[in-house]
């Protein structure tokens, strides 16, 4: 069936610096470094399906807001991953979209509310059978914790996403570096500690598609085989955002090739479980951990993941046969199938 042509309107945050820093004295908490180049694709996508897309741009002012709410558009297409540089803000605005009973692609507000919270997310995949490292929580000398957890140990900022606040030191040995590491987790965020078991193994990602019966595509692996000797095996902040470095050079990903038929199968059996117990909408991301016996441990979910040609779960659908623009309208599809139009 041909899809109606949409005005859709192509929704993304912007930030001013100088206006940022003259607002708050607290460093803002971003993910993305690089420019952002994904609103343009997807808007180069919308027009060759036969839309009529436009941008709205949420940079931290009320006008910004107010705009939105006079605007009429068939369909959101929300890229939208912070508000006024701050990535907490994320589920505010799915959370507005829903206020003013607008339609827009990807999760909603309580989907990206548990997937951010990551302690909250952890106890869920227990809930549902799903693997995922032992853990404990901490806030300014109290903790938290279901199970004995052994070192070594990766410390991470708990209401955070995209590798914010995990660097390669986050991983310890010893409870002096433990609580070293707490100490400057709180000085940083002044916010909740996951400490979690450190699991040696292959960074897996799993990208799904869809809803009621989502379908993960292919696996990407990142190879972090090229780290420095001795440099713990993490997709920290030196891998995704400090461009320029060896560690973000040297770490790429490719599609395996030596997954045996049972793994391959778990993995996205484990990927789409994960995906369903968080409220995942249309499409999103999975990491994993696959340890040396075969176990998937579910590391972290991804809703509304990075929709540029280069990035993994665009190079995933590609892989499975969805050409980059055929992507986008399905993502179309599907969220306006969510709302029965």
Same mark, same amino acid.
Request: glycine share 8%.
């Given at each position: 069936?041909?899809?109606?042509?949409?005005?859709?309107?192509? $929704?993304?945050?912007?930030?001013?610096?100088? +206006?940022?820093?003259?607002?708050?004295?607290?460093?803002?908490?971003?993910?993305?470094? &690089?420019?952002?180049?994904?609103?343009?694709?997807?808007?180069?996508?919308?027009?060759?399906?036969?839309?009529?897309?436009?941008?709205? =741009?949420?940079?931290?002012?009320?006008?910004?807001?107010?705009?939105?709410?006079? /605007?009429?558009?068939?369909?959101?297409?929300?890229?939208?991953?912070?508000?006024?540089?701050?990535?907490?803000? #994320?589920?505010? =605005?799915?959370?507005?979209?829903?206020? @003013?009973?607008?339609?827009?692609?990807?999760?909603?507000?309580?989907? @990206? %509310?548990?997937? /951010?919270?990551?302690?909250?997310?952890?106890?869920?995949? +227990?809930?549902?059978?799903?693997?995922?490292? !032992? *853990?404990?929580?901490?806030?300014?000398?109290?903790?938290?914790?279901?199970?004995?957890?052994? *070192?070594?140990?990766?410390?991470?900022?708990?209401?955070?996403?995209?590798?914010?606040?995990?660097? *390669?030191?986050?991983?310890?040995?010893? @409870?002096?570096?433990?609580?070293?590491?707490?100490?400057?987790?709180?000085?940083?965020?002044?916010?909740?500690?996951?400490?979690?078991?450190?699991?040696?193994?292959?960074?897996? %990602?799993?990208?799904?598609?869809?809803?009621?019966?989502?379908?993960?595509?292919?696996?990407? #692996?990142?190879?972090?085989?090229?780290?420095?000797?001795?440099?713990?095996?993490? +997709?920290?902040?030196?891998?995704?955002? #400090?461009?320029?470095?060896?560690?973000? &050079?040297?770490?790429?990903?490719? *599609?395996?090739?030596?997954?045996?038929?049972?793994?391959?199968?778990? $993995?996205?059996?484990?990927?789409? +479980?994960? %995906?369903?117990? @968080?409220? $995942?909408?249309? !499409?999103?991301?999975?990491?994993?951990? $696959?340890?040396?016996?075969?176990?998937?441990? =579910?590391?972290?979910?991804?809703?509304?993941?990075?929709?540029?040609?280069?990035?993994?779960?665009?190079?995933?659908?590609?892989?499975?046969?969805?050409?980059?623009? /055929?992507?986008?309208?399905?993502?179309?599809?599907?969220?306006?199938?969510?709302?029965?139009?």
């Amino acid at each position: 069936m041909t899809m109606p042509k949409l005005r859709v309107g192509i $929704l993304y945050d912007g930030w001013d610096d100088e +206006a940022e820093g003259a607002a708050e004295d607290k460093t803002p908490r971003r993910k993305r470094r &690089r420019e952002k180049a994904d609103h343009e694709e997807v808007h180069e996508a919308l027009k060759k399906l036969g839309h009529d897309p436009f941008y709205h =741009v949420l940079d931290g002012r009320a006008v910004t807001l107010h705009a939105l709410a006079d /605007q009429r558009a068939d369909l959101y297409f929300n890229l939208a991953e912070s508000y006024a540089g701050d990535d907490t803000k #994320e589920m505010n =605005v799915a959370a507005y979209l829903e206020l @003013l009973g607008r339609r827009f692609t990807g999760t909603g507000s309580h989907g @990206l %509310y548990l997937a /951010q919270d990551k302690a909250l997310a952890k106890k869920i995949f +227990a809930f549902h059978g799903i693997r995922t490292p !032992y *853990f404990m929580t901490g806030y300014r000398g109290r903790l938290d914790w279901a199970h004995d957890i052994h *070192f070594p140990v990766i410390v991470k900022p708990a209401l955070e996403d995209g590798s914010i606040g995990i660097r *390669f030191s986050a991983v310890v040995g010893s @409870l002096k570096e433990l609580m070293e590491r707490i100490d400057g987790v709180h000085a940083q965020f002044d916010a909740p500690v996951l400490i979690e078991e450190y699991i040696e193994g292959r960074e897996i %990602y799993v990208a799904v598609l869809g809803n009621r019966d989502p379908e993960a595509l292919p696996i990407v #692996e990142l190879d972090l085989s090229q780290l420095p000797e001795g440099t713990p095996r993490i +997709a920290g902040t030196e891998v995704k955002w #400090e461009q320029g470095t060896a560690a973000y &050079r040297n770490t790429q990903p490719f *599609f395996p090739d030596d997954l045996d038929e049972e793994t391959e199968r778990r $993995l996205k059996e484990t990927a789409c +479980a994960a %995906y369903q117990a @968080l409220k $995942l909408r249309d !499409y999103g991301r999975i990491d994993i951990r $696959l340890d040396a016996q075969g176990n998937a441990h =579910v590391i972290e979910v991804n809703p509304n993941p990075w929709l540029l040609s280069s990035a993994e779960f665009a190079k995933a659908a590609k892989k499975s046969g969805h050409q980059h623009c /055929q992507l986008i309208g399905e993502i179309v599809e599907l969220a306006m199938s969510r709302y029965g139009a």
